[in-house]
C-alpha cells in the first residue's frame, strides 16, 4: 500500500471518534461526541494559554488535544468518576491506539504514538498544559450547559477538586479558574 493509501485509511479510521459518546452534554441536550470534544479543547487551548507559566510549543499542545481521545475509538469514554474503569482505560487506549494508528505509515505512527504517551503521562510543559485544557474545559461545559440543581450522581465539590488538582501544580492562574468555575458550579446546584 502506498504512503498516501495508508494516510487515507487513518482518516477514514479517526471518522470513527465522531461516534464514541462522551457523558457530556450539549446545548441541544444530546451527549457530545468525543470528536467535538477534541475540537473544543484545542481552541480552549489556544485562549488560555496566556494563564500558563511556561513557555509552550502550541502545535505539539494542538497536535495532542487533537490526538488524546483517539483511543476511544476501540475503548470507549471512561467517565472521570469511574474509578474502576479509569485503572484499566489507559492500557484500553493503548491498544485502541496502536490499531488506530497501524494503519499510517510506521513513522507518522511512531511520532503520534510517542505523542499520545507524553500526552498521557504528562512529561512535558506541553503535555501538562493540555492535560489541563481537558479537564477545565469539561468544567466550563458542565456549568453552561447543565440546568440548576441538576445533579442525579451526587457529585460533591471534593471529588471535583480531587479530581482537577493536579493543575494546581503547574498554573496558579488555571487552579483558580477552577476553583471559580467549581464554586459557580455549586451554586447552580450541579455539585454539593
Do not use: C
Request: aromatic share 8%; no cysteine; glycine share 4%.
Amino acid at each position: 500500500m502506498r504512503r498516501i493509501e495508508k494516510q487515507v485509511s487513518f482518516i477514514g479510521e479517526i471518522e470513527k471518534l465522531k461516534a464514541v459518546t462522551r457523558f457530556n452534554r450539549t446545548l441541544d441536550k444530546r451527549f457530545e461526541n468525543s470528536a467535538e470534544h477534541s475540537w473544543q479543547v484545542a481552541i480552549v487551548a489556544t485562549l488560555l494559554k496566556e494563564y500558563y507559566p511556561s513557555e509552550l510549543n502550541m502545535e505539539k499542545v494542538m497536535t495532542m488535544l487533537l490526538l488524546h481521545d483517539l483511543g476511544e475509538i476501540y475503548a470507549g469514554d471512561t467517565w472521570v468518576f469511574d474509578d474502576s474503569g479509569k485503572a484499566t482505560s489507559q492500557e484500553r487506549e493503548l491498544a485502541s491506539i496502536k490499531t488506530s494508528f497501524g494503519k499510517l505509515p510506521q513513522d507518522q505512527s511512531k511520532d503520534l504514538q510517542a505523542l499520545w504517551q507524553e500526552f498521557e503521562h504528562g512529561n512535558s510543559n506541553e503535555s501538562r498544559y493540555a492535560r489541563a485544557i481537558d479537564a477545565i474545559t469539561p468544567l466550563i461545559n458542565h456549568l453552561v450547559v447543565s440546568e440548576n440543581n441538576y445533579n442525579p450522581d451526587n457529585i460533591t465539590s471534593e471529588m471535583v477538586l480531587k479530581k482537577k488538582s493536579f493543575i494546581q501544580q503547574d498554573s496558579e492562574k488555571l487552579w483558580q479558574l477552577v476553583e471559580e468555575l467549581i464554586d459557580e458550579s455549586v451554586e447552580k446546584g450541579l455539585y454539593l
